[in-house]
């Protein structure tokens, strides 16, 4: 089992680009929120399995640990 942190930025022209950030270049795109995260999982599935196939090691975010925090211009 592993862990992913997954990033959707909605795109302008409507749709989400997803990103997965242990997988270097594992990038996919979604119509709506549910589908972008469909194709995420597809996404990550493939990149394991190449993964697996040359022998490479696997990273995942178990270990990571997410912060965020909104910061106001004050005048």
Do not use: H
Not at 28 to 41: F, L
Not at 42 to 66: C, F, H, M
């Amino acid at each position: 089992m592993y862990t992913y942190r997954i990033i959707l930025q909605k795109e302008p022209e409507g749709g989400y680009t997803v990103f997965v950030p242990a997988l270097s270049g594992c990038i996919t795109y979604g119509e709506t929120i549910d589908e972008a995260i469909e194709m995420a999982k597809e996404a990550i599935e493939v990149y394991i399995e190449e993964l697996k196939d040359r022998g490479e090691p696997i990273p995942d975010d178990s270990n990571t640990l997410e912060y965020s925090r909104n910061f106001f211009q004050y005048s």
